[in-house]
Each structure stands twice: as structure tokens, then as C-alpha cells.
């Protein structure tokens, strides 16, 4: 998001095949002439018959761990017992779900919110099912094993860690997309949420490697705006519509305390910039962190002023933050929070008020 970022060809063909297969067990669920007593693990071993008896099993009997809801099969068996009427919007919303490229780019596109709100009364069981495929699919320790997309290495299922696998091949990134902090700790964060829509539980154009913090403060909110004429239109998107290149980072508040916030650049709409700092409350963490920066800064100052047993003067602060600068640029997508320590570095170079002062101080033996 803030990094250009992409997902691995292979990984596409991998997460696409998972979606061939949902979509062909909501066919067969929605069609008029299936029924709720029709459906058990051999009905659906035979819709399914390409992948591994043992995994279909065991994705029927698939329950949230350490929670009271259906299991995907009862869940199967109240999409098959609805109404012929609900049936079609159920494959409706899922086609609809799948052209999220439209709703960002295309004006007059039906918007997210009503595509949700076609099958309300089946809602539950739609992501109950949808979201059963995610878990066994694509968690590493789920023991859902036997699912090989093409690219699965031999006897080894396709699952979360070889997506992930592929992401770093492809994007040589190492901090978190969505903030530039340490992604030691990744989660697979549903951009547009799960419980909001579905039909993109495995889509790659919804999933993206993020660090805890993020997922957690992005909760279920929706990225869009589902009263305006494009709900997406002051929404950036991580591979659709990326912030990177469309952004800057401001310092705001004093010296001592400094404040960084995203703004736009070029024609960007100032409200991509804003909603995407509340999705993930980046405001909150980049505050912390700049105060990190400026202290290892005052630190690194220090040092060298101890080194030379004097104070450094304006020219030495300079072109220790000039160079500074210049290995955050070089580290932006490696080394966590860069983009703040720039910022910072920047505030001195370009004389804003205080900032110097703030480091003479600290440079001195
Ligand atoms: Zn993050």
C-alpha cells in the first residue's frame, strides 16, 4: 500500500484455482433443483471430485476452532434449502463480488454495500462456507493437507506459508505494507472484510502479508464509503489503486513531538490519504515511532560529538542527516519505519522551525 506490491503469478493461479472451486460448489449448491437433504460428504466429494477425498472430508466437518457455528456442510445444507430467488443472488454477489477492479475504477458499477445486502438473510451461511475454505486452504497448522494447486511442491498441500513464500519472492519487502513498521509477526489481512464480503476470502487481490498491529486496527471497517456516488473512489487499494508514488509524508506538531501524517501529491484526492491513516490508525503508530527515531537520532549525534570531544556545529548536523536520509531511501522496503526517519531527516534539511535546534542540543559531548 504504501509499497508498491504484488502477488506472484504463481500465486495468483493458485488462489484463482481455490476460487474456480467455490464457485463451482455455490453452483451446484444454487441450483433449483438441489435440496438441504441432499447434501453430504459424497454429494459434495462428487461435486468436488478433483481434490482429495480425505480433504473434502474434512473440510465438510470444518467448524471455527473453539466456536458454537455450523460446520461448513450445515452450512452447504442452508444455502441448498433457500429459495430459488436467493439461490441466484447468492451467485450473483459472488460473480459481482469478484470484479473489484470495476468498483475502483468504473463509475455506476453496483457498490459494495448493495452487493452485501442481496443476501442478507443467507449472509451467515455464505461466510461460514466461504470462510471454511479459507481456513483449511490456507493455514499453515490448519491439517487440512491433500489440497495441491498446480504449484504445490509434491505431496505438499498449497497453504498460508507458501503464499506468503511467494510474496517475499516477488516483492523483496521486508517491513509492513500498510504502515512501514518490523513484519516479523505477519497476519493475511483481508483488505475488503471478510464478513463484508465473502466471496474474496481467497482472492488475491484481497489478500495482503501485514504485520499484527495493522490487521487488529483494521478490524471489519469496510475501505470504502458506502454513501458516496463510487464508494471507492477516495479509497486506495493495495494492488489496484497502491498509495506508493501518490504520497508524502508531513510532519506535523513541534520538534519535539513529531506528528507524521500521509498527504497527497500530484491530483491524489486528499481523502485517500486520510481514509487510509484511519483504516489502519497509522497516525497513532507513526507518532510513536517518530519519537523512537528522534531519540536513536539525538543518540547517534551524541556519539559521534563524543567521538570528536566537541559539539557538532550546523554543517556536521546536516550531512550526518543527509546521509541518514539517504540509507532510509536506500532501506524504505527493509528496514522498518524508514519512511518516518526520512521524514524526520527531511524536517532538519529543509530548515523547519525547531528541528535543528532540537539536535544541536543533543550534539554535544
Ligand atoms: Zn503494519
Known amino acids: 500500500m504504501l509499497h508498491a506490491i504484488n502477488h506472484s503469478p504463481d500465486a495468483i493461479r493458485a488462489l484463482r484455482s481455490i476460487g474456480a472451486f467455490q464457485f463451482l460448489l455455490l453452483k451446484r449448491l444454487c441450483n433449483r433443483a438441489t435440496r438441504a437433504r441432499d447434501i453430504n460428504v459424497a454429494w459434495v466429494q462428487a461435486v468436488w471430485f478433483r481434490l482429495p477425498p480425505d480433504w473434502v472430508e474434512s473440510f465438510c466437518a470444518f467448524r471455527p476452532p473453539g466456536s458454537k457455528k455450523p460446520t461448513t456442510l450445515e452450512s452447504m445444507r442452508k444455502i441448498a434449502g433457500a429459495t430459488t430467488a436467493r439461490k441466484t443472488s447468492i ?13 475502483f475504477f468504473a463509475p455506476g458499477r453496483s457498490s459494495t454495500a448493495k452487493v452485501a445486502a442481496h443476501t442478507e438473510p443467507l449472509k451467515k451461511a455464505v461466510i461460514n462456507l466461504l470462510h471454511g475454505f479459507y481456513a483449511p486452504a490456507l493455514y499453515e497448522d490448519g491439517g ?12 505438499q498441500p498449497f497453504h498460508r506459508q507458501h503464499l506468503q513464500d511467494l510474496f517475499d519472492l516477488q516483492n523483496d519487502i521486508d517491513v509492513c505494507p500498510y504502515c512501514n513498521g518490523a513484519a516479523t509477526h505477519r497476519d493475511m489481512d483481508h483488505y475488503i472484510p471478510l464478513s463484508r464480503h465473502p466471496w474474496l476470502s481467497c482472492s488475491p487481490v484481497n489478500l495482503v502479508p501485514v504485520c499484527k498491529g495493522c490487521n487488529l486496527s483494521k478490524t471489519t471497517k469496510p475501505p470504502w464509503t ?3 456516488a463510487i464508494p471507492t473512489q477516495d479509497w486506495f487499494h ?32 486528499a481523502n485517500r490519504c ?13 507518532k510513536t515511532q517518530a519519537r523512537s527515531v528522534v531519540s536513536t537520532l539525538k543518540k547517534e549525534l551524541k556519539r559521534q560529538a563524543v567521538r570528536r570531544g566537541a559539539a557538532l556545529g550546523e554543517p556536521e548536523i546536516r550531512a550526518i542527516l543527509a546521509e541518514s536520509r539517504h540509507d532510509a531511501d536506500a ?4 528496514a522498518p519505519y524508514s519512511l518516518v526517519r526520512r521524514a ?7 530548515n523547519r522551525p525547531g528541528y535543528m535546534q532540537m539536535f544541536q542540543a543533543a550534539a554535544v559531548p
Not at 520538534?255 to 491530483?267: L, Q, T
Open 91 to 103: 451467485l450473483l454477489a459472488f460473480l459481482a463480488g469478484q470484479r473489484v477492479g470495476q468498483w
Open 144 to 155: 487440512y493437507l491433500g489440497y495441491m494447486p498446480p504449484i504445490g511442491q509434491a505431496n
Open 226 to 228: 458506502e454513501t458516496a
Open 238 to 269: 493495495p494492488y489496484l489503486r497502491s498509495a506508493d508514488g501518490n504520497y508524502m509524508i508531513e510532519l506535523r506538531g513541534a520538534a519535539g513531538r513529531p506528528e507524521p501524517r500521509m498527504v497527497p501529491i500530484g491530483a491524489t484526492p
Open 274 to 286: 486520510l481514509n487510509f491513516e484511519n483504516l489502519v490508525k497509522l497516525p497513532e503508530t507513526w
Open 331 to 334: 532501506v524504505s522496503r527493509s
Open 344 to 350: 524526520i531527516c527531511d524536517a532538519v534539511l529543509n
